[in-house]
């Protein structure tokens, strides 16, 4: 198992950019695809972004492609999301997860932090 902790949420002006971090305890990182996923009240958990094992590979949704950045540090058993020009529609909180098998789903990640809020404002 691993246990995952978000930080670097706040409150940013509309263009800002922030840096999220997910802290990992437990198994080696290596051992799971790391992934990003955001949510608002009243709606389904959405993906964001997830990171190879080993980082070579990354993948995000249209609605963040080439503004938000995910990383790795297996050393530090580190998760890192970059999100520059951000906006008002990106508020939500963000978590952090991690998945050993399956694909893009929610329910394919068997491992969650607490979330971290990032509220955008106009």
């Known amino acids: 198992q691993v246990q995952l902790v978000e930080s670097g949420g706040g409150l940013v002006q509309a263009g800002g950019s922030l840096r999220l971090s997910c802290a990992a305890s437990?198994?080696?990182?290596?051992?799971?695809?790391m992934g990003w996923f955001r949510q608002a009240p009243g709606k389904e958990r959405e993906f964001v972004a997830d990171?190879?094992?080993?980082?070579?590979?990354?993948y995000y949704e249209d609605a963040v492609k080439g503004r938000f950045t995910i990383s790795r540090d297996n050393a530090k058993k580190t998760v890192y999301l970059q999100m520059n020009s951000l906006k008002p529609e990106d508020t939500d909180v963000y978590y952090c997860?991690?998945?050993?098998?399956?694909?893009?789903?929610?329910?394919?990640?068997?491992?969650w932090g607490q979330g971290t809020q990032v509220t955008v404002s106009s």
């Open positions: 437990g198994r080696a990182l290596s051992s799971y695809v």
């Open positions: 990171i190879s094992r080993g980082g070579f590979n990354t």
């Open positions: 997860a991690a998945r050993e098998c399956g694909g893009r789903s929610s329910a394919d990640f068997g491992s």
